[in-house]
Structure formats: C-alpha cells, structure tokens
C-alpha cells in the first residue's frame, strides 16, 4: 500500500487561509468517508484534527475544516497563526483492511 | 487523565528484537482496538497494524506480516508491539495509539512514542 501524496510544504502569513492536500485512489480515499488529519509538532506526538472526512473532535478549533472530493481530501486551516506551524498527516481506511498515512505537508507561517 | 504510557527507550544490534509495551490509563483498555504507527528519523507516519485488546485478534499491514507481533495483557491493561530481526533502518520512535470510536480507523490518544534504535 503506498504512501497517500500530500504536497511538501505550504506556507501562509498569520491570518490567511491555507488547504493542504491528500490524493489516493479509489481503494483509499475515493471509497471511504474515514479519511482523518492529524497535526504534528517537532518532537511531539500527533494529534488528531479532523475524522470522517469533516467531523472535528471535542477541543480541536473550527479553524480546521476537512473535505473530500473524488479521490483527493483537503485540509483548510483559516486564520493561520504561529502556533499551527507544524507537519500534518492524512490518513485513510483501505480496501486491504488496513491504515494508510499520508506523506506528510509541513506547514510554514510566514 | 485518559492516556497511553509507553516504555523508555532501546538500543538494539542488528539481527535483535524489541518488544515495546502501551499501558492504558483511565479508558476501558478492552474497549478500544490499539495501533501502532511508526516513525523514521526526519519521516511520515507508518501504520504497522491494530489489535483487538478484547479478543486478542490483530490485523497487520503487509510489510510487517511475519515479522511483528502484537499482543496484550488485560490483567494490566497493556499491550506489546514486538519486532524481531531489525535493521538500521527500524530506527524510529514507535507509537501506539488508541482507535477513536466516534470515528473509527482514527487515532484519538497516542501515547509519547518510544524510540527505538538500532546500531551495532
């Protein structure tokens, strides 16, 4: 199963928005709605942001949104700030059963 | 608070294996199937596979098949991740972490990740 594509980087100046992308096929992300998003500080473990596509945990700020179309989910986070300056995950149910991470986007605030 | 307690770290030769244990604190460890993903130095995510701490089934991703074992310890709420014949490129800090049941095949808790390194 090979890794989801996420784009390398994206970067914002505090206040913008940004969306950050996860492409799979329709064994992955095209054929579920468990598509999840997880934020990753430096040296820290990742927290989940985002579960079935849009849905938010308790405690996560509706800066972050999710959404889905076909194959590709994105993440938007609105009003960048500083502290959202992190890498961050896809991940997605597959036809095989099993879990598949995304290849990661680090996200710069300018 | 609800959290998973990992083990310290661990320095391997080549050719040895780990055993990493994931102490439930707070939940029902029963109740929520357990993952574990891992990470390379400066890399992505990897899932390595998921038990079921209730029955002790487990499902793991292809690569690891024959080569990871999972396990559990109900009577104190634990579970195992061991890997045999490691490599230098095994090196990663190991997570486990908990299956959101509001929204399954997410991960709500983890635990702080166990590093794992392997150098002769």
């Known amino acids: 199963q090979s890794a989801l594509t996420q784009s390398a980087s994206v970067s914002g100046s505090p206040g913008q928005s940004i969306t950050i992308s996860c492409t799979g096929t329709r064994s992955d992300v095209g054929g579920y709605r468990y598509v999840s998003w997880y934020q990753q500080h430096p040296g820290k473990a990742p927290k989940l942001l985002i579960y079935d596509v849009s849905s938010r945990p308790s405690g996560v700020s509706n800066r972050f949104s999710g959404s889905k179309s076909g194959n590709t989910a994105s993440l938007t986070i609105s009003g960048l700030q500083a502290e959202d300056e992190a890498d961050y995950y896809c991940?997605?149910?597959?036809?095989?059963?099993?879990?598949?991470f995304g290849t990661g986007t680090q996200v710069t605030v300018l | 608070q609800v959290q998973l307690v990992q083990s310290g770290a661990e320095v391997k030769k080549p050719g040895a294996s780990v055993k990493v244990s994931c102490k439930a604190s707070e939940y029902t460890f029963t109740g929520y199937y357990l993952h574990w993903v891992r990470q390379a130095p400066g890399q992505g995510l990897e899932w390595m596979g998921w038990?079921?701490?209730?029955?002790?089934?487990?499902n793991y991703a292809q690569k690891f098949q024959g080569w990871v074992t999972m396990t559990r310890d109900t009577s104190i709420s634990t579970a195992y991740m061991e890997l045999n014949r490691l490599k230098s490129d095994d090196t990663a800090v190991y997570y486990c972490a908990r299956e959101n049941r509001q929204g399954p095949h997410s991960f709500d808790i983890w635990g702080l990740g166990t590093m794992v390194t392997v150098s002769s």
């Open positions: 038990i079921n701490p209730n029955s002790g089934g487990t």
């Open positions: 991940s997605s149910y597959t036809i095989s059963s099993t879990e598949v």
